[in-house]
């Protein structure tokens, strides 16, 4: 049976509208909010859905868009509405528009000690590979009015705002907006890999989000930890140099001092799909197991084991030293990590042909999906699989890479064991990416393929891939 039209049709909140041009053809890709189920639109299609907004009938959208010029035939336009609808994709107005006010998140007592990564500042190489990966870039309602006057030549934003942004979510433009991506990259970005925005006014100029990546802030507690992402190959290419960017700004010493938001682990971490512990115990397991990986060569081993010793013992600081130090490392058996290649096989798959429609071949994304689609694929044989288990010589990322997720508390906001398996997989890929990028003549990647895997994970929604396990694959 159809389902009703709404009386006062607005565009769902979940679902988001991304404007981008493609090998030069302007196109409106509609998702609903997953990342992979797509619907691709005219801009002028779009044009009339942004006039959806909640206060007004179909009849009115058709005339309110007929009066900002935008016309098409009545029936096309409810064809297009109706099919939406269906799809879930629209929701009835009137009713929508009294929100609930958003719960606030947790506070950060402005006096909580920071604490940064020891020894690491970031060196950017200014190539842009981080401005042309990820399908939503977020400005404010200021920042869009600082870029459109900084760079109003670009797409005309400064005259037509609506061709450079659209409502981060939903038709309603309320606070956040969503740049046009120009061949997957930010409309600011300059072909020479340089942000438009930072070199007219420098990097205040642009926005919340891209200033702080790829800087994380976890409260644990008792401090604030200050990591990085390690998605940017300028993450791994600043291990060891000195001169880069601190992590904390010179002066900084509590919570209060940086301008930024912060995540908060939850007061009980999920450490297995059926016990969770309270966050302190938590994180002194994950103190003990930073530094015993210290001592330990390879990464890959030291993130099996840490997920097998939490299995037995739970998070004691003892456990992990027995594990990690006075016993022979634990690797993942091929029966064992088969199902977990097999489901990120299957979660990039779903991805490349959910996306194929709308990203062009000179997209970053759909390059990485294929490349590491075709990683995880030669990962199931015995062969290619028990070579990217053997030790590397030179672990200095895949150490790092350990490093960085320990100290930043990164797997504490999920089941902790499954996102210890989750990043030796990862590793694993990496490994197997290297001769595939080397082909591809990307030298640049080749050097740091665990940033090309986080960044495409991230960027394409594959890091749901776990939840496709049967529920003993997830720790065992």
């Known amino acids: 049976m159809p389902r009703p039209l709404p009386h006062h049709p607005r565009i769902a909140n979940h679902v988001q509208a991304r404007r981008q041009i493609v090998d ?267 530094l015993a990986h210290k001592r330990r060569a390879d990464a890959l081993s030291t993130l099996w084991t840490l997920a097998a010793a939490l299995e037995q013992e739970g998070p004691t600081p003892t456990g992990v030293t027995r594990w990690l130090l006075d016993r022979e490392p634990v690797l993942p058996t091929p029966a064992e990590v088969r199902p977990w290649l097999g489901a990120v096989a299957a979660q990039i798959q779903e991805a490349l042909e959910g996306q194929h429609a709308w990203r062009g071949p000179r997209d970053r994304c759909r390059t990485g999906l294929r490349l590491i689609s075709g990683a995880a694929r030669r990962l199931m044989e015995l062969e290619a699989l028990s070579a990217a288990l053997a030790p590397r010589d030179d672990p200095q990322d895949e150490r790092f890479y350990v490093n960085a997720a320990l100290f930043g508390h990164h797997l504490l906001s999920e089941t902790v064991v499954t996102a210890l398996r989750d990043r030796a997989v990862r590793v694993l890929v990496s490994r197997a990416l290297v001769p595939l990028l080397a082909r591809e003549n990307a030298a640049a990647d080749a050097a740091h393929p665990l940033a090309i895997v986080d960044q495409v994970f991230r960027a394409a929604g594959t890091s749901a891939y776990p939840d496709r396990l049967p529920s003993p694959s997830r720790t065992t």
Not at 206 to 228: A, E, M, N, Q, W
Not at 260 to 287: G, H, K, L, M, Q
């Open 24 to 290: 030069g053809k302007e196109i409106v890709v509609v998702t609903d909010g997953q990342g992979n189920r797509a619907r691709v639109i005219t801009p002028e299609q779009w044009d009339m859905l942004a006039c959806a907004d909640g206060t007004r009938t179909v009849d009115g959208i058709f005339l309110a868009a007929a009066g900002n010029r935008i016309y098409s035939r009545a029936s096309a336009f409810r064809d297009l509405i109706e099919d939406m609808n269906e799809e879930g994709l629209v929701d009835e107005g009137l009713e929508s528009l009294s929100l609930k006010k958003p719960s606030p998140p947790p506070d950060t007592p402005s006096d909580r000690p920071l604490l940064a990564l020891p020894g690491y500042s970031l060196t950017c190489d200014l190539s842009g590979r981080c401005c042309g990966v990820y399908p939503s870039i977020s400005f404010s309602e200021l920042e869009t009015a600082r870029a459109r006057s900084l760079r109003p030549d670009v797409l005309d934003g400064g005259n037509k705002p609506w061709q450079v942004f659209t409502p981060y979510s939903g038709s309603r433009a309320l606070k956040t907006f969503a740049v046009t991506l120009v061949d997957g990259n930010c409309a600011y970005l300059e072909p020479s890999g340089l942000c438009s925005l930072h070199a007219s006014a420098g990097p205040e100029a642009k926005p919340y989000g891209c200033r702080h990546f790829p800087l994380t802030h976890h409260d644990d507690g008792v401090h604030v930890r200050v990591s990085i992402r390690t998605e940017c190959p300028c993450t791994f290419s600043s291990i060891g140099r000195e001169g880069g960017a601190p992590l904390v700004p010179p002066g900084a010493r509590t919570a209060g001092d940086l301008p930024t938001d912060f995540d908060v682990v939850p007061e009980r971490v999920e450490v297995t799909p059926s016990a969770s512990c309270p966050r302190a115990e938590v994180v002194e397991w994950s103190n003990a197991a930073l």
